[in-house]
């Protein structure tokens, strides 16, 4: 399996501040995703990243991924208390289009 | 309104009963999937299509039976739920693989 992993399991910050959320994985991919999920809902795509791509931004989220480490970061800047939330990492394998598969996750907490 | 609509979305069985989840998306896209989120686990993909009639397992498809014979539809069938099944079962769609996914709600099964 190429599971993602993620760290840290979970993050506490204050509004204002950023947040970095790393995810490795174990083979090589087409591109990685990361995706949001508000306690117990249907998760949200956030931002898709393809293997030939090194960064990509969207809003206040900049992603970043390293194919020679195998490695994706996640960096929310200004946090705010409704970016509070579990951030997920997913992976689509080098062969395998379709097969989508997700990291546990990182628990984040926005304190106002 | 596009969206990933998902039916029941509780729901409380015994050991054997069969029973089947329905998933449906309008947005016309060609892939669908199913996972389960289980807490310490993540989601796992159960099955996926890549179009109508064209199914494939993810890493946990024992138990569990697809069929795509719409474009809009992929029900997701419990041939004799066991309580290992328990769990958050989520839908989703994406205009083909390998692009973003669209999750449903959620369907939280208890089977006891």
């Known amino acids: 399996s190429q599971q993602g992993e993620e760290d840290p399991q979970a993050l506490s910050i204050q509004e204002g501040e950023n947040a970095t959320m790393n995810c490795s994985y174990k083979?090589?991919?087409?591109?990685l995703q990361w995706y949001r999920q508000n306690s117990g809902r249907g998760l949200v795509h956030l931002i898709l990243i393809r293997s030939n791509e090194r960064e990509k931004h969207s809003g206040r989220l900049r992603v970043t991924l390293d194919t020679s480490k195998k490695s994706s970061s996640l960096l929310i800047t200004a946090s705010r208390a409704a970016d509070t939330a579990s951030y997920f990492c997913?992976?689509?394998?080098?062969?395998?289009?379709?097969?989508?598969?997700f990291g546990q996750g990182t628990i984040l907490t926005v304190h106002p | 309104e596009a969206q990933v609509t998902q039916n029941p979305r509780y729901l409380i069985t015994v050991t054997g009963k069969k029973l089947t989840v329905t998933c449906s998306q309008n947005?016309?896209?060609?892939?669908m999937s199913w996972y389960r989120q289980d807490p310490g686990l993540g989601l796992r993909q159960i099955y996926y299509?890549?179009?109508?009639?064209?199914?494939d397992k993810g890493d946990v498809p024992e138990g569990y039976k697809v069929s795509r014979k719409e474009k809009r539809n992929f029900p997701l069938i419990l041939e004799s739920p066991s309580p290992n099944q328990t769990s958050l079962y989520f839908c989703?769609?994406?205009?083909?693989?390998?692009?973003?996914?669209?999750f449903g709600p959620g369907t939280r099964l208890t089977v006891t």
């Open positions: 989703a769609s994406s205009f083909q693989g390998s692009y973003e996914q669209y």
């Open positions: 083979t090589s991919i087409n591109n």
């Open positions: 299509s890549m179009n109508v009639e064209v199914t």
């Open positions: 947005m016309n896209h060609e892939y």
């Open positions: 997913a992976t689509e394998g080098g062969t395998s289009y379709g097969k989508l598969t």
